[in-house]
């Protein structure tokens, strides 16, 4: 296939959303809430790929990232579809991944990434949903965010403030294990989206 519209077209999802088929040029490297991500094979990008009940989203994501582009710590986006975003591929770890195989996130991580969402609010962005599996730290120790389809929201989303609390609070202490099971993460995650964690509730 030779161009973005061929290789988004031929990924096909169910009724449920599931993932049925793809490009063979094309290989799997997340799945979210609403929409499917891909490395391109033949070269250094990446393309998501929308849930046909979430094309809506596309859009407002690529206008989103595209109002972005003079700041380096968000992909550059390439080309835009109905129902896709061909951007930068990011080789590095979420923060999540940090957690799990135990790669430290520093202060200077947290700083940083505070310096990459204020330059975004400066361009009358509101950075909202920012958790552990959309801030990336680069193999070369960059910082690098995305999933911004939600900067635009109005309400004030506290996730971020609440994950620099915990880093400064509870991770950055000695005793704190720094690698820590996925599975206890999720639960964590779950916690704090029901209100069920004192002092961290939305």
């Known amino acids: 296939m030779n161009n973005y519209l061929e290789l988004a077209n031929s ?23 609403s929409a499917c991500v891909f490395k391109v094979k033949s070269v250094n990008k990446a393309m998501k790929v929308f849930f046909p009940d979430f094309k809506y989203i596309a859009k407002e994501e690529a206008e989103i990232y595209k109002s972005l582009q003079d700041i380096s710590y968000f992909p550059f986006i390439y080309e835009a ?15 999540f991944e940090c ?66 609390k915990a880093h400064r609070q509870v991770y950055s202490k000695r005793y704190f294990l720094k690698k820590i099971p996925s599975p206890f993460l999720n639960i964590v995650a779950y916690l704090y989206k029901k209100g069920l964690i004192p002092y961290y509730r939305l």
């Open 11 to 33: 990924v096909v999802f169910n009724k449920k959303n599931r993932l049925i088929s793809y490009d063979k040029s094309l290989k799997l490297i997340g799945t979210g809430r």
């Open 81 to 95: 579809g109905v129902n896709y975003i061909v951007m930068d591929y990011i080789d590095g770890y979420t923060l």
């Open 99 to 164: 957690m799990t195989h135990g790669r430290l996130i520093t202060s200077d991580h947290i700083k940083e990434i505070d310096y990459a969402l204020s330059l975004a609010s400066d361009l009358g962005l509101n950075p909202s949903d920012i958790h552990l599996r959309n801030i990336f730290i680069t193999s070369t120790d960059e910082i690098k965010l995305i999933d911004v389809a939600r900067y635009r929201q109005l309400k004030d989303c506290r996730q971020w403030r609440d994950l620099k």
